[in-house]
């Protein structure tokens, strides 16, 4: 559905026109339709959320690039969350102890390196990657398989409400829909769309952290890999990744280095700078920059811009641009203010 969808807006179709006349629903989701839009903007108003259509000047460029990007994204918290730089934390429900401890580390220090920590609010692995982002002061993003006023695990409501202090806790189902087997391989096709890579802690062969693999491969993300033990199950499933060729790494320093990113690390792992006081020693493993970065920094030469200016300075496709504007802000030699504003470091 959000293929058809997304071919209608951009042959020119309103999105008021698209919900007179909506696409059939899958299986199972007919019933989810709230039949009173009125009650749902009294919720989305008691919640605090946000109606962000696509084409909206503040729908995440990264998501608006994919093919089937949502249609519409429900959100709680802070908007300016899903365009920072992103990294995804998955894994299984069930981990061990140290798979935990694990996924808490990694989260840790790259939420105090000011890298946006998205995962899906679920039991283990990712309820550990989100307390870890919050541990460092950092920001992070909770992707549900259910309506925004339905938060499921429901023991998880109290972290969701941490999340959208300075993060976001975002959906693309209506109000009032109950978590359904169906919907989580969607909610995970966001997870790793807001993000430039996706780190998988622990999954078993089955796991539904491969699901997440599989759309970030698809959409030219990089996948990378916390080894496990190789006795028993626990780690079967990311072994796996990678003997099919996964980013192996054993410590945060590992990612950013994979990301264009040298930080200094202290002997915790712990980053030099922390959120709003990001470190700007940080540069990229290479100097040289591809014409729209070029582009993107000479704009930049004269002040802080906003993308839409950016986009208008430098006449490129959002999804290229976004691209390249989150290279250069893990390269360190751009800084995107609280404001939105954009300036060169």
Known sequence: MPERIRDRLEAGEKPASILRCPPPLPPGLAAARSPAPAQDVLTLVRIGARVLP?????????????????SVLLVRGELRALSGAAVAIVGARAATRSARTQARRFARALAARGITIVSGLARGIDAEAHRGAL??????VGVLACGLDRIYPPEHRALADELAVDGAVVSEVPLGTSPRRELFPLRNRIISGLCRGVIVVEARRRSGSLITVRHALDQGRDV?????????????????LLREGAIAVTGPEDVLEDLGVREAFGEAGAFEGAK?????????KSAGLDPLAMRLLEALDG??????????AVDAAPGAMAASLLDLELSGRIRE?????IHRV
């Open 54 to 70: 696509f084409g909206h000047a503040d729908y995440p460029a990264r998501l608006a690039a994919l093919s089937d990007a949502p």
């Open 276 to 284: 709003g006081e990001k470190s700007t020693r940080a540069g990229g």
């Open 303 to 312: 002040g802080p811009c906003s993308r839409e200016q950016l986009l208008a």
């Open 337 to 341: 203010e609280r404001d939105g504003r």
């Open 135 to 140: 541990e460092a002061g950092g920001r992070s």
């Open 224 to 240: 990378f890999v916390v080894p496990g033990p190789s006795e028993g199950p626990f780690a079967e499933g990311s072994n796996r």
